[in-house]
């Protein structure tokens, strides 16, 4: 029995083998820990809130989420969370073009897809 569990143990890992981690953990824990500071010290969060449109009678009606607090980090928290605000900054900039090529790719692996058939 150990040994199988040691094979499904191995097995699982080499599968994550392939992925590359976005931050290591010593960033996950400084990002955390400016994120901590936001919210308690600063006291930059808040309730986060929503918004539900109904066609029927052309309404807005905002809406809070329980339980669910929001923060909007710009320059001015820089000395609290510089690594917060260079991933998010780093985010911003590249991941919508790298989402938009996979967006076009799977359109094109459908199309092809559907032409073999």
Same mark, same amino acid.
Not at 79 to 97: F, G, K, V
């Given at each position: 029995? +150990?040994? +199988? +569990?040691?094979?499904?143990?191995?097995? +699982?890992?080499?599968?994550?083998?392939?992925?590359?981690?976005?931050?290591?953990?010593?960033?996950?824990?400084?990002?955390?820990?400016?994120?901590?500071?936001?919210?308690?010290?600063?006291?930059?969060?808040?309730?986060?809130?929503?918004?539900?449109?109904?066609?029927?009678?052309?309404?807005?009606?905002?809406?809070?989420?329980?339980?669910?607090?929001?923060?909007?980090?710009?320059?001015?928290?820089?000395?609290?969370?510089?690594?917060?605000?260079?991933?998010?900054?780093?985010?911003?900039?590249?991941?919508?073009?790298?989402?938009?090529?996979?967006?076009?790719?799977?359109?094109?692996?459908?199309?092809?897809?559907?032409?073999?058939?």
């Amino acid at each position: 029995n +150990s040994n +199988s +569990s040691n094979n499904n143990n191995n097995s +699982s890992n080499n599968n994550n083998s392939s992925l590359i981690p976005l931050l290591s953990e010593p960033e996950i824990t400084a990002i955390r820990q400016q994120s901590i500071a936001l919210r308690f010290r600063d006291h930059r969060f808040e309730p986060s809130w929503s918004e539900r449109y109904d066609p029927t009678t052309k309404t807005i009606t905002r809406f809070d989420k329980e339980g669910v607090f929001a923060c909007e980090p710009d320059g001015t928290d820089y000395h609290t969370a510089p690594d917060l605000l260079l991933y998010m900054s780093t985010i911003i900039a590249h991941l919508p073009p790298l989402l938009n090529r996979a967006v076009q790719n799977v359109g094109r692996d459908n199309n092809n897809n559907n032409n073999n058939n």
